[in-house]
Nanobody, 131 residues
Framework: VQLQASGGGLVQPGGSLRLSCAAS????????IGWFRQAPGKEREAMTC????????YYGDSVKGRFTISRDNAKSTVYLQMNSLRPEDTAIYYC?????????????????????????WGQGTQVTVSS
């Protein structure tokens, strides 16, 4: 199982970026995929996820309305479109696969670090929002 996040970089406040998460070694449409971020000195935060079977999504309050998650199972890739970026969005962004192929992991109850820590994680990509 491998996941590789890419697409990070430096962007001005109000700008946009699209991150990609390339997955391999498993069938993407069986698992939930989540995006997380970790800012310096802070705990890793669960932002958004998408389920495998029906592609439904869940968004945390900090990104709701600004970020959009999508997936292309044929390309084994999950995307994170980030708009209206703010300096507080500066962090390392990670994608991860749910520990088990259950929609529970992409729900208000299941989408938390305590449930995803045993999942499969890729290396992060740095996003810096600064003028």
């Amino acid at each position: 199982v491998q996941l590789q996040a890419s697409g990070g970089g430096l962007v001005q406040p109000g700008g946009s970026l699209r991150l990609s998460c390339a997955a391999s070694g498993f069938t993407l449409d069986r698992y939930a995929i989540g995006w997380f971020r970790q800012a310096p000195g802070k705990e890793r935060e669960a932002m958004t996820c998408t389920t495998g079977v029906d592609g439904s999504t869940y968004y945390g309050d900090s990104v709701k309305g600004r970020f959009t998650i999508s997936r292309d199972n044929a390309k084994s890739t999950v995307y994170l479109q980030m708009n209206s970026l703010r300096p507080e969005d500066t962090a390392i962004y990670y994608c991860a696969r749910s520990p088990h192929p259950l929609n529970y992991f992409c729900s208000g109850i299941g989408f938390h670090m305590k449930h995803w820590s045993s999942g499969s994680w890729g290396q992060g990509t740095q996003v810096t929002v600064s003028s």
